[in-house]
């Protein structure tokens, strides 16, 4: 039987994996087209609860491993994105900071 290897992250592999090969049945599990259309059939699978907080972990890792296979102005983007995110933490720790200091010593 084949076996579709990069397409499965996380979760029973052998369960996972045999599932995919019945859904991906006579396609050639080398073919990076089909490891891709395996990977997305995976993600589109698991349940992602924005609830805990392993879902929102799970959607940051997605979000992370997108902006690694984005080329050009998408990459940029979400460079762009991630900078705008850091720099609002950045801010709200000095103001967090200064708030506990000027209670502290004011």
């Known amino acids: 039987m084949r076996r579709y290897g990069g397409a499965v992250e996380r979760g029973d592999r052998d369960e996972e994996t045999e599932r995919l090969d019945e859904d991906l049945h006579g396609l050639d599990p080398e073919d990076p ?6 990977a ?42 991630i900078l705008l995110i850091l720099l609002g933490v950045l801010f709200t720790v000095w103001n967090a900071v200064a708030f506990v200091f000027g209670t502290f010593l004011g």
Do not use: W, Y
């Open 40 to 81: 997305h059939r995976d993600r589109m699978q698991r349940p992602n609860s924005e609830a805990t907080v392993e879902g929102m972990l799970r959607g940051v890792d997605d979000f992370a491993q997108s902006v690694n296979r984005a080329d050009g102005h998408r990459r940029l983007v979400a460079v762009g994105v």
């Open 33 to 38: 087209e089909v490891q891709a259309f395996a």
